[in-house]
């Protein structure tokens, strides 16, 4: 009978300097994402998002998934930001793949998604929540019209 040797686990010690050493080294990348993001926001108004959308389902989706995914953010912005584009006249085309895109998307990110998981991964991947996006959005605002 062949006995296996059994992996010792990492003492606490151990695991929270490399996990520290991580946060350190991610630290700078997540900066300038949050910089970049931050930049982007502020040059680009609601109004001037607003102006790009005609009211036409295709583009309005198209033009709503290219803008959410230039500029990114989080959840709970993005709720409060969909509403408020809404009020101001944008169709629910452009907003539903807005907000799908704000949060799947994120190509001011993709630096530091291509160091971490590699560029064939994070184009793939991209590519594909794109595509899904702008599929999905159309479908969420048909099954809407249609049980409202």
């Keep these: ?24 080294y991610v630290s700078p990348m997540i900066l300038g994402v949050l910089g970049l ?4 926001l502020t040059f680009i108004t609601p109004d001037q998002i607003k102006s790009l959308f005609t009211g036409n389902a295709i583009t309005d989706t198209i033009y709503g998934t290219m803008a959410g995914a230039i500029m ?5 912005i993005s709720y409060i930001l969909g509403g408020e584009l809404l009020k101001m006249g944008v169709s629910l085309f452009a ?8 949060i799947s998307l994120g190509w001011v990110q993709l630096p530091m998604e291509i160091s971490f998981f590699g560029k064939r991964f994070v184009l793939i991947r991209n590519l594909m929540a ?10 969420i605002v048909m099954t809407y019209e249609a049980i409202r």
Excluded: H
Excluded at 16 to 23: T, Y
Excluded at 72 to 76: K, S
Excluded at 130 to 139: A, E, G, K, M, N
């Design 1 to 24: 009978m062949i006995k296996q040797k059994v992996n010792q686990k990492p003492d606490f010690l151990t695991v929270f300097k490399q996990a520290a050493l991580s946060i350190f």
């Design 37 to 40: 993001s931050a930049i982007l």
């Design 72 to 76: 990114m953010g989080n959840a709970m």
């Design 95 to 102: 907003v539903t793949a807005f907000l799908l895109a704000w």
């Design 130 to 139: 794109f595509i899904f996006t702008l599929v999905i959005s159309i479908l």
